[in-house]
């Protein structure tokens, strides 16, 4: 593992403590050779993916570590670029119905829920705005930088920070109900996974790799479990974040850690119901009493089985190429790559039926799916519809 492919979150204390002992240098310090992505192999393309629509929505992101992915709700589908550019486009046309300038920097896509859109900055604002026509409805500030898009449920808008706080807000007027907070490890990756509401339960994964459950209600710890456990002499070993998008599915959640495990567990107790060793920052897409597939840190992309986590099948030639958390798109897994292409794998062994570039920037952001069409935004800020085959 090579310290320049991590993207690290310090506290200042941490880095004057470094300093301090003169170990920074050595910290960062890594000039062995780290080998380039593997190139793409041809194969016999089994169908050819049709764009229904292609617009473009901003400028995009300006650095590696910003995930700005598209949001559907309603007939519409939400961007933002990291400038606070958002705007609103009908699914089915790519028509643009709205534009809304919030000038401010933006590190992560938008979120929603009950006829609001909600952006947060990386200065810790969180605008909600009108669905239907963009209109500023009210604005928070928060303790720290937005690294995930927000939440809506039971008229409360859950946000995530990166200082390891969970808060509440008022649907209607942006008022604070309730904080939850965390420590957050003095070293972790830069990047926090979303938050997720089902029914009057928050579930959000933490950089010291537990994953918990708390009422919607008053934010009170209903469960914690650990998806992975710190072990190792290093820092870097110790490192055990989950950054990928938890997924709920009929009353199970399954998570992935970096360099720690996928896991299913009830949502109601946080027992345990399966897991297996597995690494991940990108994420997870759930077939459930199916199959899991998943995008681990190498770039590998992964079938298990839904119940042992046993492996069905892995793709290895897409290694180091930096692929997007996986969607199932019918018959087949979706992920994105650092150059802009599209790779679609067969579901049922892992083998490339069809690959399509939709830009020369990269598709850093997981693909969206619903009623027959594929959505996926690029870094450049290029949003693509395809019809899935």
């Not at 764009?51 to 598209?70: F, K």
């Not at 400038?83 to 590190?107: I, K, Y």
């Not at 952006?119 to 669905?131: C, H, I, K, N, W």
């Not at 928070?140 to 927000?150: G, H, I, K, N, Y």
């Amino acid at each position: 593992m090579k310290v320049n492919q991590l993207k690290f979150l310090f506290a200042g204390v941490a880095l004057l403590a470094l300093a301090g002992c003169g170990t920074v240098k050595e910290f960062f310090a890594d000039d062995s050779y780290e080998a380039p992505p593997t190139e793409l192999t041809e194969f016999e393309a089994e169908f050819e993916p049709k764009t229904l629509w292609s617009t473009g929505t901003g400028d995009g992101a300006n650095t590696e570590y910003a995930n700005l992915a598209p949001w559907l709700q309603g007939d519409f589908i939400f961007t933002v670029d990291h400038e606070g550019d958002v705007r609103s486009h009908n699914a089915e046309s790519g028509r643009r119905e709205w534009r809304t300038q919030l000038d401010f920097p933006v590190a992560t896509g938008v979120g929603g829920g009950e006829g609001l859109i909600v952006v947060g900055s990386q200065s810790g604002e969180v605008v909600a705005l009108d669905e239907t026509s963009g209109e500023e409805l009210w604005r928070q500030r928060l303790s720290s930088e937005v690294l995930a898009p927000a939440k809506v449920g039971s008229d409360k808008v859950i946000v995530r920070t990166a200082d390891g706080r969970l808060t509440a807000l008022s649907a209607t007027d942006g008022n604070i109900m309730w904080n939850y907070q965390r420590a957050v490890p003095l070293l972790s990756l830069r990047g926090v996974s979303s938050p997720m509401i089902d029914g009057q339960t928050v579930l959000a994964g933490y950089d010291n790799g537990k994953l918990v459950a708390l009422s919607l209600n008053d934010g009170k710890v209903i469960w914690e479990k650990s998806v992975a456990v710190p072990s190792g002499r290093t820092e870097l070993e110790r490192l055990v974040d989950i950054d990928a998008d938890p997924v709920i599915h009929d009353g199970v959640i399954y998570a992935v850690a970096f360099q720690g495990n996928l896991a299913a567990l009830d949502i109601d107790t946080g027992q345990s119901l399966w897991d297996r060793e597995m690494s991940s920052t990108s994420g997870i897409a759930v077939a459930a009493n199916d199959a899991i597939y998943v995008s681990d840190d190498e770039s590998y992309l992964w079938a298990v089985a839904d119940g042992t986590g046993d492996s069905l099948w892995r793709q290895t030639l897409l290694l180091r190429r930096n692929i997007s958390a996986p969607v199932i798109a019918g018959d087949y897994v979706v992920v994105g790559d650092f150059e802009g292409y599209l790779h679609w794998v067969a579901r049922s062994d892992g083998r490339f039926v069809a690959r399509q570039r939709l830009d020369k920037t990269g598709i850093r952001s997981q693909p969206v799916v619903r009623d027959g069409v594929l959505y996926a935004m690029t870094t450049g800020g290029k949003l693509s519809a395809i019809r899935i085959p």
